[in-house]
């Protein structure tokens, strides 16, 4: 894979600054207490493809969609493709997806290969800018989450399993054992060394696990690291030591790996 463009790197230190910044306020959702019931019910989505945001979108959306009780967000083209507009004085959001394009070769058109006969490719950020539907003149519309409703046997089957593997990670509650579970699949899967802006990168991402998690089945959250590290981690974003990105696409993956691992899924069976 190349290297970033110019354009993807601000992109990347633009939204690091944003998090900082947020890290630095106390207002980043991953340091307050939420109620499962908002994480489910107001679980940030797009109106018209009725995707759910993941990642580092839920993070950045997600404050705004407990403000406006409202998860519903859309571009500014699909608000005028549904006969609406956007209030006056109100702000966008942005959104970052990643994509990929194949190298070809400049005189031949032909696609590169790599040394496995692979094409090469190229990582590149796409941005939108997004607005809850509170925000633009389509604020009566009906809404209806895609979040699932029916999350009470996934819920259950997650507390089981907590409960049941009590003797592998001491927690006094589900936020805490979903946090230390995530540590240690983090430290085995990025060989992290015991520098202090290490572990902090992995408490960051064991909490954002844990918010993922406890979105997925409508738990509770309270956060487990972020007392002790609040500071550390708008220090190490502002400074460039962490790429919120990255904690966010490695924690959406650790938690998506407990949610199907094969002991939950027997337990929810």
């Not at 796409?126 to 519309?141: G, M, P, S, Y």
């Not at 007392?227 to 981690?233: A, K, P, S, T």
Request: glycine content about 6%; overall charge neutral; some cysteine.
């Amino acid at each position: 894979m190349g290297k970033l463009s110019l354009y993807n790197k601000n992109t990347q230190e633009n939204f690091n600054a944003q998090v900082a910044q947020e890290i630095q306020n106390g207002t980043a959702c991953f340091l307050r207490q939420i109620k499962g019931w908002e994480l489910l019910n107001l679980a940030p989505y797009n109106y018209k493809s009725g995707k759910i945001y993941e990642g580092q979108n839920f993070i950045n959306l997600l404050n705004s969609a407990i403000s406006y009780k409202s998860g519903a967000f859309l571009t500014y083209k699909q608000i005028q493709e549904l006969g609406g507009f956007v209030k006056d004085g109100q702000q966008a959001q942005q959104i970052i997806f990643w994509s990929f394009s194949e190298k070809h070769d400049k005189e031949t058109g032909q696609k590169v290969l790599g040394k496995d006969e692979t094409p090469i490719k190229y990582a590149f950020l796409k941005r939108f800018n997004v607005f809850n539907l509170a925000q633009t003149t389509l604020e009566d519309l009906p809404t209806n989450s895609p979040a699932p409703k029916d999350t009470e046997q996934l819920q259950q089957a997650v507390l089981n399993f907590v409960n049941n593997n009590q003797g592998l990670i001491n927690a006094k509650s589900h936020n805490e054992f979903f946090a230390k579970w995530a540590m240690q699949k983090v430290n085995e899967r990025e060989d992290n060394m015991a520098t202090s802006w290490c572990v902090a990168k992995s408490c960051l991402i064991a909490e954002l696990v844990n918010l993922f998690i406890c979105s997925k089945i409508g738990a509770d959250f309270n956060p487990v690291f972020a007392n002790e590290y609040q500071e550390m981690w708008a220090g190490l974003f502002a400074n460039g030591y962490l790429d919120f990105l990255k904690c966010a696409k490695i924690a959406k993956e650790t938690g998506d790996e407990l949610l199907t691992w094969q002991n939950l899924n027997k337990l929810s069976a």
